[in-house]
């Protein structure tokens, strides 16, 4: 009895790991620090991933940030490249809907998306920081793949930040903390410019004292009209912000539409349409045009 129950057990943990296992295979992540990064020394817990009662891989344990690329076909590439942080309080990643389906469906429309796993300071027991250690995460995920644009067929002036919640937070801040790189850093890599091109922020926690400037990246922002004041009002207050420091911005607010929709087969209406005005937006902003560098 009790081997026929261990038997079903790890039959029922297995078919919970295939798709982890399979989507592994199919985009395999890149580590933004190959050796460790800063301030994760001594962290070796591997990563932990549940799945929600809707069927969502939620992560969490995060020691090894790492950005895994969803690459259009040469055929189909525009140039463009979003660098995607999912949410989840700064306590896990829901990783599905503000990741990977997000990432395939931008790369089915030409624009290369990466899925960053960004550390988390909200954990139980962590000791990271957003501003220290999420946001750093994000400066490096831009760093690496505009050191690798000819490898990953991208504009390496076209590189974008987005965001959902808690990862808003994390892309809004890498909006306005940037530098141009170091001339003479050791490490490659920060010899490369953090500076996003644009971003793309959803129903976003907006960093506290945020500053707006003329220099800010442009850009374009959602969120539900249902959603809780700090997001559904707080939002249109970011955006206002924008354009008072003539800034390039545009909102969409979905009314009856609360907080967290992503991109998930069950948004129906205007909603669901969000990633077509995205690229809408994109197209106008001149960030599709394939082969201009």
């Known amino acids: 009895m009790f081997a026929t129950r261990l038997r079903n057990t790890l039959l029922c943990i297995g078919s919970l790991l295939l798709p982890v296992v399979s989507f592994a295979a199919e985009h395999p992540p890149v580590f933004l620090w190959p050796h460790g990064a800063p301030g994760s020394e001594g962290k070796t817990a591997p990563e932990a991933v549940r799945l929600s009662p809707g069927g969502d891989h939620v992560i969490s344990s995060i020691h090894r940030p790492s950005i895994t690329p969803y690459l259009p076909v040469r055929g189909l590439a525009t140039g463009a490249a979003i660098i995607i942080a999912p949410g989840g309080g700064h306590r896990e990643l829901w990783i599905d809907h503000e990741g990977y389906r997000v990432a395939q469906w931008l790369s089915e429309h030409g624009v290369a998306a990466f899925v960053l796993k960004y550390r ?174």
Request: with cysteine; glycine share 12%; hydrophobic share 40%.
């Open 120 to 293: 988390l300071a909200h954990e139980e027991g962590s000791t990271y920081t957003v501003e220290g250690d999420s946001l750093r995460d994000m400066q490096r995920a831009i760093r690496l793949v505009r050191s690798r644009a000819e490898v990953f067929g991208v504009d390496p002036n076209r590189i974008g930040v987005m965001g959902f919640s808690a990862g808003g937070e994390v892309a809004a801040l890498a909006g306005t903390h940037y530098d141009s790189g170091m001339e003479n850093a050791a490490d490659p890599l920060d010899r490369q410019s953090s500076r996003p091109a644009f971003q793309a922020l959803f129903y976003p926690a907006i960093p506290q004292d945020i500053k707006i400037s003329k220099d800010t990246p442009p850009a374009f922002l959602l969120c539900g009209g249902d959603d809780r004041p700090e997001f559904s009002q707080g939002l249109p207050k970011l955006y206002l912000e924008f354009k008072q420091a003539g800034v390039s911005a545009e909102l969409h607010v979905y009314a009856g539409v609360g907080h967290g929709f992503g991109m998930r087969s069950t948004n129906t209406g205007p909603v669901a349409e969000w990633p077509s005005r995205l690229l809408e937006w994109m197209g106008a902003m001149g960030l599709l045009k394939a082969g201009s560098k």
